[in-house]
DNA sequence: CAAAAGCCTACTAATCCGATAGGGAGAATA
DNA sequence: TATTCTCCCTATCGGATTAGTAGGCTTTTG
């Protein structure tokens, strides 16, 4: 189980946008520097998550993106839902009945979304900033002291 | 979240010999009859299956694959971490320190391969026949009647 | 020996993913 | 008005991965 790098960046993107929110509007082109991603490849995925409601954006001059709502308020599962382009796409209408090896397939398909769903459904930004804030406290603490 | 072909395949022939267990051997062959899958494709699957220890081949004339051990001592997730090629493969070592989106993203990455080995660690060959047998059984029904 | 089956290697075809290029269009600012 | 800034949008490309094929070797059974 992998996320794709698109989920991988989005993410990263928008974990920067909630670490700033609610302050002014972030370019893309400083998110990009910040956690090193390509431009162009971001842009995209910036306005993927501007079409799902999670981020709200303004053009021009003082322009950019920033979180639509509160980061409590954004499920990590919505997001990734969003930008994972694979999910449970073609089911190919089982025009025939199912072989006993097909149904056995699609339970476990069904039982791995429900659990991913279900954990990530679990999970706010708010969340996620919290431990991400721990993680980086500790590891910084061996650095400096 | 998807099962690869390879994955999906290895699954559904594992299935079979499970339905079958403990009888005589079966060839590759009639497994992709039965499951309707590719022969040659089907056979590198179940040589990886084999060499996973989940089957038993023997060649020869009256040749073929069954289940190494009981279907209710055959864990799926073994099954599918085997077929699956693409597990945790680079962590690219993060020589700087990583960044909070990276850091986010590890997090979410740790807690779906938690729970996605725990629904897959839960479910054995003969737990995941059963549920099949009241599928199909509850699918047939509607259609002898 | 001949047939049956697994075993093994190599190759091709198709798909998908990550990334890039090149420009609109509209808002702020001078 | 002109210029700059930023999001917005489309098209395309290269490479990696996945899916599938071909062909032959090896071992067992009859």
Redesign the interface.
């Known amino acids: 189980?992998?996320?794709s790098k698109r989920t991988?960046y989005g993410?990263?993107?928008i974990?920067?946008l909630a670490?700033l929110w609610p302050t002014q509007y972030v370019q893309s082109r400083d998110l990009s520097k910040?956690?090193?991603l390509p431009n162009k490849f971001l842009e995209s995925i910036l306005l993927a998550l501007r079409r799902g409601g999670f981020l709200e954006s303004k053009v021009g001059s003082g322009g950019g993106y920033r979180l639509s709502r509160a980061p409590r308020d954004i499920s990590?599962g919505d997001v990734?839902r969003r930008l994972e382009g694979?999910?449970?796409?073609r089911d190919t209408e089982t025009q025939k009945?199912?072989?006993?090896?097909?149904?056995?397939?699609r339970?476990?398909?069904t039982?791995?979304?429900?659990?991913?769903d279900?954990?990530?459904d679990a999970?706010t930004l708010e969340e996620?900033?919290e431990?991400?804030g721990k993680?980086?406290g500790s590891?910084q603490e061996m650095?400096y002291i």
Chains 1, 2 share one sequence.
């Open positions: 189980m992998r996320l991988d993410l990263r993107a974990v920067q670490k910040q956690e090193n990590v990734i694979r999910l449970s796409a009945e199912p072989s006993p090896g097909e149904i056995a397939v339970l476990v398909n039982r791995l979304t429900e659990a991913t279900k954990v990530l999970m996620l900033l431990e991400v993680q980086s590891q650095y």
